[in-house]
């Protein structure tokens, strides 16, 4: 059976690739392009690094900064409009997972009209043409939006988030810039990289996982491992690595699956606001614990890479909760909240949150099968 792949045209790394946006501008010969982003990026400065480089080439833009967190059906169709009114042919999308997702929806309907409504997009869609040519500048080292097919739309009216998985969709060029991400605070910092943390343990044990993007997987968990709390500290070599770790797992998971620790998620966002990389980090030890049984020697492996000693000489059940507790004590050295509880969720909430994560496409890739009350059972494990 032939597996796919699929990646960037172009990526760019390390500190001051942001420069890069005009060597992208002037080589495809964009006319105008959209900035989607939200109105945090203007307040920390960060939209003002793109357009003063598109002002330095003379290149005209139009700005659509009204992306929300977890953003909703209203904002991508807005955005549609902002776009068709800018007479752009481009986006350059600057943020973490929200303005990514958003203009990923944006360009896809702009040249997709037929998905118009934005909720036939869910799942696996089946777009004919390509999205509007799009440069993805991160400024969260976690989601990867920036290198995936993937992205996430809130529908509030029924209060759920939905997946789409499209390969047209996915950013011709992604700028990973760790300059873009160093205004992150700490608290963010953490939730995202905890996400990436998720991303990275979730696709190398997906059932959709093999080889290739095992590797990239498990050497992501090694970065994110080694580096996330110095990045929590604004350290630069922290961030920098950060940056490349949530990378790497973007273009592994992008292409085989994530679990249902993403498919637990997500009804949070949709039910609460919660911050996707929260409501990750929360659940990640949880769900490992539930997988456990499941993974053969993989938790061996990510127990190795987050330096925990003398693993060839354990027991699987030895080996499997080492990983557990290693993820764990990230979680704790961050400043992770241990249960839902603490994040606001509510208890008679927990059989409804358990049919959204039944329903979630995600919750398909995990590697042991899922019934609702053993979700109902998860939720309320990690409820405390």
Not at 165 to 181: E, H, K, S, T
Not at 322 to 344: C, F, H, M, N, R
Request: charged share 20%; with cysteine.
């Amino acid at each position: 059976m032939s597996k796919r792949i699929i990646l960037n045209e172009t990526s760019y790394h390390g500190s001051g690739a942001v420069k890069e946006v005009a060597t992208e501008i002037k080589a495809r010969g964009f006319k105008k392009t959209l900035i989607v982003t939200c109105s945090d990026m203007a307040k920390f400065g960060l939209v003002a690094k793109v357009t003063d480089i598109l002002d330095g080439i003379g290149h005209p833009y139009a700005l659509y900064d009204k992306v929300e967190p977890n953003p909703s059906v209203e904002c991508v169709k807005e955005g549609v409009e902002a776009f068709k009114a800018a007479g752009a042919d481009s986006i350059i999308a600057i943020g973490g997972g929200s303005p990514q997702d958003t203009a990923k929806a944006i360009g896809i309907i702009i040249n997709n009209p037929e998905f118009s409504d934005v909720v036939s997009l869910e799942g696996v869609a089946p777009t004919k043409n390509k999205a509007v040519p799009m440069i993805a500048v991160a400024t969260t080292a976690g989601t990867a939006a920036e290198t995936t097919i993937n992205y996430v739309i809130t529908d509030t009216a029924n209060r759920r988030k939905f997946v789409c998985v499209d390969p047209n969709d996915i950013p011709a060029v992604a700028v990973v810039d760790p300059d873009m991400m160093s205004t992150m605070p700490k608290g963010l910092t953490a939730a995202t990289g905890m996400d990436a943390l998720t991303h990275a343990i979730e696709g190398y044990t997906t059932l959709g996982a093999w080889e290739l993007p095992d590797t990239l997987n498990l050497k992501a968990v090694e970065i994110i491992a080694r580096s996330l709390r110095q990045a929590c500290e604004n350290d630069p070599k922290g961030r920098e690595d950060m940056a490349l770790g949530q990378y790497m797992t973007g273009m592994a998971f992008s292409n085989v699956g994530l679990g249902v620790v993403h498919g637990m998620a997500h009804p949070l966002s949709a039910f609460y606001g919660t911050p996707h990389g929260v409501a990750n980090a929360v659940l990640l030890p949880y769900v490992m614990e539930f997988n456990a049984d499941y993974t053969g020697e993989k938790f061996r492996e990510i127990a190795r890479v987050m330096g925990v000693q003398g693993v060839d000489s354990m027991s699987p059940a030895e080996y499997r909760k080492a990983a557990v507790d290693a993820v764990l004590q990230l979680s704790q050295d961050v400043g992770i909240p241990a249960t839902l509880k603490e994040i606001g969720v509510k208890e008679e909430d927990l059989e409804a949150l358990a049919d959204a994560a039944m329903a979630d496409v995600c919750t398909g890739g995990n590697p042991r099968p899922c019934t609702k009350p053993e979700l109902l059972a998860l939720y309320q494990k990690a409820f405390g």
